[in-house]
């Protein structure tokens, strides 16, 4: 019987869970910056407030759109990485492996992001 979590299966699955996590990202940016103003206004110096306003101050729409970029790299990666394991012609796992740790990374600052400001911000949940 053939395994039914191989390696493949593994990599496959990185592209599913980075657009769910942005899809949770995509739903709640908007609404949670008008309704958390006061409270990066409150925790944070104003410069720096004032820059996350700056980078996060746009429409869902706008949002979903860079998110698409990004995903088209992310889903890219796997497919490298799947040709390295059967020694295929676009063969990179590195690209994959960057990837792979970004994602790791990007998830310490949802977590950092929600105990500094003690609440639930988006992202944190996936």
Do not use: C
């Amino acid at each position: 019987m053939e395994q039914w979590l191989n390696i493949h299966t593994l990599i496959w699955l990185f592209p599913v869970l980075f657009i769910l996590h942005d899809f949770e990202e995509i739903i709640m940016i908007e609404k949670w910056m008008n309704n958390n103003s006061e409270v990066i206004y409150e925790k944070l110096p104003r410069r720096v407030a004032n820059r996350v306003f700056k980078q996060f101050s746009m429409t869902t729409t706008q949002f979903s759109i860079s998110v698409l970029v990004i995903f088209l790299f992310v889903s890219s990666s796997p497919y490298m990485a799947s040709q390295y394991i059967i020694q295929g012609a676009f063969a990179n796992i590195y690209f994959f492996t960057v990837f792979i740790l970004i994602f790791f990374l990007h998830v310490f600052t949802h977590i950092g992001q929600s105990i500094f400001l003690r609440s639930i911000t988006p992202g944190v949940m996936t």
